[in-house]
């Protein structure tokens, strides 16, 4: 059953790449920041992952792990794997259907 739209709130694409890399393993932000711009040649600021951490966490998304490091690591929760799958065959749809009509368009069908 697909969520409303509503319920998912405004979702980011850094919310997006976010749940992407917390869905390999738990990291700190700065390992985030890494694994997003090598997976997806995005280079993000702290401040804007910062504050997309702070937002995926109050939606129950993420969750800090425990630890003694300086460091504060993430992970996604099962709540966020749901959402992440959801968004991800929307984007499948959204990417079918756009290949679709530029073929129409450009006359390649």
Request: glycine content about 10%; hydrophobic content about 35%; proline content about 3%.
């Amino acid at each position: 059953m697909a969520r409303k739209t509503s319920q998912l709130g405004r979702f980011t694409d850094v919310a997006l790449l976010v749940l992407i890399s917390l869905a390999e393993g738990q990291k700190h932000g700065y390992r985030m920041i890494h694994d997003i711009e090598e997976f997806s040649g995005t280079a993000l600021e702290p401040g804007t992952l910062y504050g997309a951490l702070m937002r995926l966490e109050e939606r129950g998304w993420i969750e800090p792990v425990e630890t003694a490091e300086r460091r504060k690591p993430y992970r996604i929760t099962e709540s966020g794997r749901d959402t992440l799958r959801e968004q991800l065959a929307t984007l499948r749809r959204i990417e079918r259907a756009g290949a679709r009509r530029t073929a129409i368009s450009w006359g390649l069908s």
